[in-house]
């Protein structure tokens, strides 16, 4: 082959190939320009996440430390609260333990509540949270917070009318009193799905005045809720409880209980619907017996029936 045709050969390869790398380049500036369209809005999106997952995570953070500052504030100010309200009664250490719902005092009032079959344990626990609900109202609120309403009822329920059972149901219904007479409170206790046992309760204490006139003054303060007193007479369980208490004629005579009616000044034998804190003049609960069942009869419009 001539000299000169190999020159032209060469030429026009270099030419194809200086034409296919401008090709190449062009083609790749393409895709490269079409992978940042695609990619923009995907970084876009992800700076958007990202920077709500840090502002996120830095609110959770400041929420947290609010959170902390503010138990902290709240936990000192029950401390100070309980021990205004139970003045020497108790110790520092104990109102500190008191106002803090997570400390190891109230664990073990949970633990006692929910799972120990052990009567005299329950007594126990129980009677302590009978005198501090009574000395301080602060404590009263930290108890419903806890929500531990439910676990004394269901004390009220495991009785077996047994002498220790009973005790543990007088401590139980005491405590319920107490948290009954605060307004804040009464909303934790006034619960229907337990109106059955505190009848059955009734019924079954008429040879025990004590826990007779605490279940009685229990079921009054709850009875003065609308709802509540409708959905004890509507139950029939229920009204056959109330029969049979008031057919018990060891306890109730008809005669006693219509003189009882028709007096005026009958209310004032009534306990005090107030807190005992504020109570100076009337009984926390009932005094007697048949006192107590007229004026549960007469909350449930049960009186001739």
């Not at 005198?131 to 004390?155: A, F, H, M, Q």
């Not at 139980?172 to 009848?199: E, P, Q, V």
């Not at 004026?295 to 449930?300: E, F, P, R, V």
């Amino acid at each position: 082959m001539p000299s000169w045709k190999c020159s032209e050969e060469r030429k026009c390869f270099l030419h194809l190939r200086a034409a296919t790398i401008c090709l190449q380049i062009w083609w790749r500036n393409v895709r490269e320009t079409r992978k940042k369209k695609l990619r923009k809005p995907m970084v876009i999106r992800l700076q958007r996440r990202w920077r709500t997952v840090l502002l996120m995570k830095t609110q959770r953070d400041q929420y947290r430390n609010l959170r902390n500052a503010a138990l902290i504030i709240q936990r000192r100010w029950r401390a100070m609260k309980i021990g205004n309200e139970c003045g020497e009664a108790m110790h520092f250490q104990d109102v500190t333990k008191l106002a803090n719902s997570e400390s190891v005092y109230w664990k073990t009032i949970i633990i006692n509540l929910r799972n120990c079959d052990n009567v005299e344990v329950l007594d126990t626990c129980l009677n302590s949270l009978d005198i501090i609900t009574k000395l301080s109202p602060t404590v009263c609120i930290i108890l419903c917070e806890l929500n531990l309403g439910d676990d004394i009822y269901k004390t009220i329920e495991q009785n077996n009318r047994s002498q220790p059972w009973m005790q543990v149901c007088l401590q139980a219904c005491s405590i319920l009193i107490t948290l009954t007479k605060h307004d804040y409170a009464r909303r934790y206790t006034i619960k229907n799905k337990y109106a059955l046992a505190l009848m059955k309760l009734l019924n079954g204490s008429l040879k025990n005045k004590e826990v007779f006139l605490h279940c009685a003054t229990l079921i009054w303060l709850l009875s003065q809720n609308e709802d509540y007193s409708k959905a004890m007479v509507t139950c029939p369980q229920i009204n056959w409880h109330i029969k049979t208490t008031k057919n018990q004629q060891k306890i109730l005579k008809d005669d006693k209980v219509t003189k009882l009616q028709k007096l005026k000044d009958v209310e004032k034998l009534y306990p005090s619907c107030e807190p005992d804190r504020r109570n100076t003049q009337k009984p926390r609960i009932f005094t007697d017996m048949s006192i107590a069942i007229a004026a549960c009869q007469k909350n449930l419009n049960y009186v001739n029936s």
